[in-house]
């Protein structure tokens, strides 16, 4: 019987780790964040005042599932804005306060519909999550994004 338990044991636990084993929680990985500004269709909000005012001091900030936090300053050589940030390989959400966007319809945080990427990747997936757009992604050990 007890042989019987741990060979159950066992072949339960196969599935419950990935082919290369858990991710080591001293792994980190370099992210670049890059954000080309857009600016949004047609003319301002003139009820965005209070928006403006209200996401002033965190404009072109970063924030991430996993807590981090950064702010967007301009790239060299005039490639948009930048950020760099450390995560563990895993999967992920980030999203950007950008006041240009006050007033957009179907979100509550200003926050951009396209123009951000990681490690040079092109991040294609977006929901909105509680009234602002986060933007989805996956990342390897080895720093690869899946967008």
């Known amino acids: 019987m007890k042989v019987k338990l741990i060979g159950l044991a066992v072949a339960a636990c196969l599935g419950c780790t990935s082919p290369s084993g858990p991710a080591d929680p001293s792994t980190h ?8 500004p857009q600016v949004p269709a047609g003319p301002p909000d003139p ?5 403006i005012h209200h ?4 404009n072109l900030q970063v924030s991430t599932s996993w807590g981090a936090s950064a702010r967007l300053i301009p790239a060299p050589g005039g ?5 760099a940030l450390d995560a563990q390989p895993g999967d992920y959400w980030l999203s950007i306060v950008d006041i240009n966007f006050c007033g957009a319809p179907g979100i509550d945080t200003p926050s951009p519909a396209s123009g951000v990427s990681v490690n040079n990747v092109v991040l294609t997936r977006s ?6 757009r ?3 992604f996956g990342v390897s050990a080895k ?3 899946r967008p």
């Open 29 to 36: 990985v370099a992210l670049s964040i890059r954000y080309q």
């Open 47 to 51: 009820v965005a005042t209070g928006c």
């Open 55 to 58: 996401f002033a001091p965190i």
């Open 79 to 83: 490639g948009g804005l930048r950020a």
């Open 127 to 132: 929901r909105v999550d509680n009234g602002r």
């Open 134 to 136: 986060v933007w989805l």
């Open 143 to 145: 720093g690869d994004v």
